[in-house]
């Protein structure tokens, strides 16, 4: 049978400095997203990369004496070998400057051409380097010497070019109509609202989609003055990188136009990128839409956002260094709602890692293997019936988080999956408590004893297949000592499965950390 298929995304990151644990963050929620799908049954792919053009960039490479493609091929090396100590692996590395996507994204302007939804015209107004972005004098934020970007705060260059034009406004009515129609379609309520507020009741303006004074991106075919503006460059990578417009690979037709889900995640300050351009390119392309599109906060430090001038940006390779890739990706995908801004401190990874993956996760596995391997040698724990309330409301509590954890996670609310493994976690150590099997030692309260033991075993195996997405070595590490050969969805249900499993006593899974 065909598996349905899943297709993920970050955001193409800039090169223009290397990357911090904001990045981090989403990247970890589309892994983790990833995992989970394709532990689910799906045909699941994720793409992260690398946004290439631009007068930043242009800068960058000038001020590090570089020719800009050295220097992005330098700086693609370095959040390459970032994901690579993460632990990270993705699908699709995608670089604005790959030929493919230069040729496909030159094809998708042409054609966006002839449908006449292109005009040139003067683009005069301010500019902000830093976002890549064009602000009004209204949005802008104004200073005794000039304008400043609400994004990033860094000063507005005033400019006027000849630039080609995307005719949005042609596509709002169907824009808002299909927002409208399809309420799941950007995932936060909230987003959909401001989007509105800011921007679609206001009326939209017509995007500026070249620039003709500097060089550094794709040169459009019809004119050789101009480049292509970065957002329509960066936003096609998303199909480009499948193979749009490039009939030898097929990736294209089966995770985009026979694709069954389609997720795209960033921060805040791009959706509106995400949610208003990149769904009107894709309507004048004739191209159907993705399934949802996950806008969530920042990463904030105790002294607010992380920004260069600060001093207060957190370089993931010393956490990494500390708590070890899995931690971290554990830490970033379970400790933050999406919908809000989130603190980062360093303590509440190690009280994660003490509380909760020492004391729960890793103390359930051991202490549950120790009285095993100590009542019944290397004989399996086997299932049998159980009349006892606590071991049905046990077994309950067991398929009911595991519901509750596959249902957050279609919702895209990780913290809440992950913390209804915790929950489980709490009531299996509670479990062993009520039911004290370190006092049953006879032949009769051996039969007792072994309910209770395939209970916790049943239950820890429910726990570290919910791990297993964001910790999979950790996980496959705990399922030898189970003595299990896979870590499935599907088994969970099943009571029997320990049935004939040799468990291995070992080391704690998890040390505490001082
Ligand atoms: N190149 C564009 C994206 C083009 S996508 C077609 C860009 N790049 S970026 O390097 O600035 O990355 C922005 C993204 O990085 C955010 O949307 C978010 O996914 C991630 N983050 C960067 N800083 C972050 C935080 N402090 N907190 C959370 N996410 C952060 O914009």
Redesign the pocket.
Known sequence: MNKKTFYVT?????PSGTL????V??TTLAWTLRNYKTKMGYDAKMLTGA?EHGLKIQRKAEENKMNPQEYVDKMTDIFKSLWTKLEIDYDYYSRTTSENHVKSVQKIFSDLSSKGDIYKDYYEGLYSVSD?EFFTEKDAVKKEDGYYSPVSDHKLELVKEESYFFKLSKYEEWLKKYIKNNPTFIVNPNTTKELFRNFLDKGLEELSVTRSTFTWGVPILEDDKHILY??LD??S??ITALGYNNTSNQDFIKYWENGDEIVH???K??TR??CIYWPIMLEALELKQPTSIVS?????TSTG??SKSKGNVIDPLQLIDEYGPEVVKYYFASKFSLDQDGTFDEEFIKSAYNNELANIFGNLLSRTIAMSVQNFGEQPIKYSDSEQDIDLRMKNDILAHTSEYKEMFDKFQLKNAFESTISLGRKLNNYIDQTTPWLLKTEDEKVRLEKILNTLLNGIYAIYTMLSVVMPNKANEAMKLLGQSSLDFNEISNWNKFNTSQLIKSTPLFERKK
């Open positions: 970050t955001p193409i990151y800039y911090h644990i904001g990045h963050f989403t946004d890549e970065v957002w960066a936003l990578n998303y995640i960033m921060a300050e791009i990128f995400h969530h906060g920042w990463i904030v956002k992380m």
